[in-house]
């Protein structure tokens, strides 16, 4: 079953959410890298945006306009703090929306980078098809996904490790394959890190 509002808004509130205490290393690796660049894919779109790092973090190297969409109405409270201590307001903005509900009112038909961190895992079945349906849609030709999730065979997990969240080996080819060229990116075991593009 999907987590559900509520428990990321205790997370957040109590600031006890482990994967929300820096920018992810990959991201700022691939910018200060040149890989990702404003001039080049301006238009970003941070899909489970949480309290913003990443967010605020891209409005900051000159990216934009940025928006933010997330569940979370705790989260995205304080990812308006964040931008507005950052100084990037004017470049970057929070949508509170679930994703798996279909189109959200008033974001762009497309973008040029999208940011997907964890919500891909944190989901099953129809809702799961709903996020990947949502980065087709909100993809551009030649533009990018940065996607992070769980990953392993919950076959070959013992205990409570079955219960996490995850998406299966090659789940990810099944999702995107047909429509993005996927590379992937050094992370930790039992994870995945993609940088997809769209054909």
Known sequence: MRLRPWF?????RF?????DKEVRPQLVELVEA???TPTELPRVLDLGCGTG????????????????????AVGLRRARARAEAAGVTD???????DVT???IPGLADSYDLICEFGMLDDTQGEERLAVARAIHR???PGGKVLLWAFQ???????????MAPMIAPGEERELFGEAFELEYLPTRPRTLMLLMTRR
């Open 15 to 19: 600031n006890a959410a482990p994967w």
């Open 53 to 72: 790092a990443e967010s605020v973090y891209l409005a900051g190297r000159g990216f934009g306009p940025v928006v933010g969409v997330d569940f979370s």
């Open 138 to 140: 909100l993809s551009r």
């Open 8 to 12: 990321y808004n205790t997370l957040y």
């Open 101 to 103: 509900a279909g189109p």
């Open 34 to 36: 040149g890989r990702l």
């Open 152 to 162: 392993a065979d919950k076959e070959q997990l013992k205990g409570g490790a079955k």
């Open 91 to 97: 470049r970057c903005t929070f949508v509170q929306a």
